[in-house]
């Protein structure tokens, strides 16, 4: 499957922005889906992750409360709806998609195909 991540940019601190991540090639329910974040010099983190039919969700605890994740079946979209954004959420955010439907995975090994990342920065 290929994904494609859109939706990053400059927004100020506390604004909102709405990644989305596009899938092709594949069959999108047969896949969790999660995002990621890279911010320069550190290893890349978890951000969120949602089931094949979006009824269980997990989010890290830096944007629990703050950050939500969804999908469209339909469209084979996942979303990332960031309210509250803060400076240290400065990073590239990339989503993947996890063969694992049972489980939602947190560490970027466990996850089989990545999109090339959008750029989210934040200024204070």
């Known amino acids: 499957v290929q994904l494609q991540a859109s939706g990053g940019g400059l927004v100020q601190a506390g604004g909102s922005l709405r990644l989305s991540c596009a899938a092709s090639?594949?069959?999108?329910?047969?896949?969790?889906m999660g995002w990621f974040r890279q911010a320069p010099g550190k290893e890349r983190e978890f951000v969120a992750a949602?089931?094949?039919?979006?009824?269980?969700?997990s989010y890290a605890d830096s944007v629990k409360g703050r950050f939500t994740i969804s999908r469209d079946n339909f469209k084979n979209t996942v979303y990332l709806q960031m309210n509250g954004l803060k400076p240290e959420d400065t990073a590239v955010y990339f989503c993947a998609a996890s063969t694992d439907m049972v489980v939602l995975r947190k560490r970027e090994r466990e996850y089989n195909y990545w999109g090339q990342g959008t750029q989210v920065t934040v200024s204070s």
């Open positions: 949602i089931k094949w039919n979006g009824g269980t969700t």
């Open positions: 090639g594949g069959t999108f329910t047969r896949y969790s």
